[in-house]
């Protein structure tokens, strides 16, 4: 049985390779967090849509982890 990866490939090659996400990757690495925090949800909330702030939390969180270290 294989463990299930904790941190995105996406995060790991933006770090690695020390460049910025594509647009793409900042979507996948989103959706990973939404998921996450949609299983943390109470059932009857699983189907209520994400507020726009939400959203922009989650999109903010990918990209602070897909870019790492701010200052390099």
Known sequence: MTQPNLIAPEVIACIAEGRDPS????????????????AARPAF????????????????????????DPAR
């Open 45 to 68: 909330a699983w189907d209520k849509p994400q507020s726009d702030s939400e959203r922009l939390l989650i999109l903010r969180a990918a990209h602070a982890a897909l870019i790492g």
């Open 23 to 38: 647009l793409a990757e900042l979507n996948r690495v989103a959706e990973t967090i939404w998921a996450d925090l949609k």
